[in-house]
């Protein structure tokens, strides 16, 4: 068994957040978007959805297909979701 510290009280926990200082603006680089007609630019705007084990990859794949009928719909902004679903876990070897 492993034998934890035991943990400070809360209130002696420092509470503040250091805002770090600005990065200098970013130069010569470019990005796979487009840009819009006010000239601001963007991606596509895709939902994934992945699994933490093989097991389950069958409710993703219908998670997908119900938010593509039932939600998707409702936010023209979104372009799309997609399941990522891998071979591994649950039992599953290679």
């Keep these: 068994m492993v034998v934890l510290p035991e943990a400070p009280p809360l209130h002696t926990l420092p509470l503040a ?14 990005f796979e978007g487009y840009r819009n007609a006010d000239g601001s630019v963007g991606t596509k705007n895709l939902l994934g959805i992945t699994t933490s084990v093989h097991c389950v990859a ?3 794949d219908y998670v997908v297909k119900i938010i593509e009928r039932d939600l998707l719909p409702k936010y023209p902004n979104v372009d799309g979701v997609v399941g ?9 070897g290679d």
Excluded at 19 to 29: H, K, M
């Design 17 to 30: 957040t250091k805002v770090p200082a600005p990065l200098p603006p970013l130069e010569g680089y470019t």
């Design 58 to 60: 069958g409710v993703v």
């Design 84 to 92: 990522l679903n891998h071979l591994y876990g649950c039992g599953v």
